[in-house]
């Protein structure tokens, strides 16, 4: 079993602690890494669908044509999930399922799948977590300048108010938007995901019609007939300087700028950093920032949810790295002269450090430094190699990880942070996106030839977690 490092308090199975009442758990997917069926009833393409067609943009080549065949499969997954006594599901809606085309007529075959899943989790008691748009932009709206037209953010709130409208009556908890940062600085600043550019001023274009579009969603889920409860989920890293030294420590402003505050200030303060904006001078200008976006951008929440995986040591470098032959530059825009230091931590096969604390510092960090709604952890997890023997999925890494990043959220509420609840990533293995179906983050095995599903011994773990609410 990894070691934990050494400034978690964690340690699996030590002294008794409980959540608070109430605290909600449960397990989360997206749309395009489970469910599969990509040009069934009605579908249209997205630019995931496009991404996996370019050669060498998949690790292994593979696509999300099959996926976990969730699509069909939904009513034994949704069973596994009652089987671990999880309470909530987050899943996501893929936008080119109800709109083959980003807009107009709705595809009702592929609203009515959500109808199903809806119904089927409320029958097994299961509250369904809504999120709106996991990273699966309907390819007609790219076709259009994607992100980067305004336009998009327009009609992501008309998709985001017209679903509401089907299923509002069902749904409470709805998430516009799972991580922006990765919709713009990876998908248009890296090139390592759809729709797969590398243009820095595009992405940060980009990154503004995400946030707009998401504003502008909230505002229209508000509006609806129906309550609605509603939120974002931004991924947040916990950002320590690799040194002492002064390139160092301002290798990690800047890094904690474009990563961290570059969203949680536009959504909690109504304005963009400032210095984050002055360290982009020379790359582009804001003009793209309209009179009033801000407004709409800081739109009042419900909750915020955070993804949390891992956290960053920061080196400050006397020139830009060149991107290495066959690379890919940096998604953290002008950026070009800062690396991640290796900290000598654990890692997981992502080649992701382990550092349960960093959660406990990003949600004490957020809690004192903006002012938010309560928290919910809506992705934390783990990919590491694991193999089935005799029939059984042992993975005691994973059971380490998600007990001491729970722990981490206990510490955290201890020191007066509002967490209401916990989504393990993932419920069961799936399209890891650029690396296709090489990285495991399951707690439920997924066999791609047979499409076998085995619980592995983290989703016991993990129930008996759930079901004790805490450690008895
Ligand atoms: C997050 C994504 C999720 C999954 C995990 C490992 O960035 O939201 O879809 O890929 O990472």
Redesign the pocket.
């Known amino acids: 079993m990894t070691a934990l490092p050494e400034t978690s308090s964690a340690t699996v199975g030590s002294t008794s602690r409980s959540f608070p009442e109430g605290f909600v758990w449960g397990a989360a997917t997206?749309a395009f890494?489970i469910e599969g069926a990509t040009s069934e009833d009605g579908r249209g393409p997205s630019i995931w669908d496009t991404l996996c067609a370019r050669p060498g943009a998949i690790l292994d080549g593979s696509d999300g044509t099959v996926a976990c065949d969730h699509y069909h499969r939904w009513e034994s997954d949704l069973d596994l999930l009652a089987d671990l006594g999880l309470t909530a599901y987050r899943f996501s809606i893929s936008w080119p399922r109800v709109l083959p085309t980003g807009r107009g007529e709705v595809n009702a075959p592929g609203l009515a799948f959500y109808d199903r899943l809806v119904d089927g989790l409320h029958e097994r008691g299961i509250e369904p977590f809504v999120t709106l748009y996991?990273w699966d932009l309907p390819q007609a709206l790219e076709d259009l300048g994607g992100w980067r037209n305004r336009d998009t953010a327009f009609r992501f709130a008309e998709y985001a108010a017209l679903t509401q409208h089907r299923l509002g009556d069902r749904v409470t908890h709805w998430t516009t938007l799972?991580?922006p940062w990765?919709s713009a600085f990876l998908g248009h600043a890296s090139g390592e995901h759809a729709p797969g550019m590398t243009d820095p001023v595009a992405a940060v274009r980009a990154s503004h019609h995400l946030l707009l579009g998401h504003g502008l969603a909230a505002q229209a889920l508000h509006g609806g007939r129906r309550p609605a409860q509603v939120g974002v989920t931004i991924?947040l890293y916990d950002v320590v300087p690799a040194s002492d030294a002064r390139a160092d420590v301002d290798a990690t402003r800047r890094l904690d700028g474009m990563q961290n505050r570059w969203y949680l200030d536009p959504l909690f303060t109504g304005a963009y950093p400032a210095d984050v904006v002055a360290d982009l001078a020379p790359v582009t200008d804001m003009a793209f920032v309209e009179d009033g976006d801000l407004e709409i951008i800081s739109t009042k929440l419900d909750h915020l949810g955070i993804?949390y995986?891992s956290s960053f040591a920061a080196r400050g470098l006397a020139t830009p790295a060149p991107v290495p032959e066959g690379g890919r530059p940096t998604p953290w825009v002008g950026l070009e002269d800062v690396e991640l230091a290796d900290r000598g931590l654990p890692q997981t096969h992502m080649g992701w450090d382990v550092d349960p604390d960093g959660l406990r510092k990003t949600l004490v960090r957020v809690a004192r430094d903006y002012d938010v709604p309560p928290i919910f952890i809506t992705?934390n997890g783990a990919a590491y190699v694991d193999e089935v023997v005799d029939g059984v999925v042992d993975d005691p890494e994973r059971v380490a990880y998600v007990d001491a990043h729970l722990r981490a959220i206990l510490d955290a509420s201890d020191e007066g942070v509002d967490v209401r609840g916990y989504f393990v990533?993932s419920l069961l293995d799936n399209f890891?996106?650029a690396w296709g179906y090489t990285r495991r983050?399951g707690v439920v095995r997924v066999d791609y030839d047979t499409q076998l599903r085995t619980p592995k011994s983290s989703s016991r773990a993990y129930a008996a977690i759930a079901r004790d609410n805490g450690w008895l």
């Open positions: 997206a890494q996991h799972n991580e990765c991924n993804n995986y992705e990533w890891e996106w983050f």
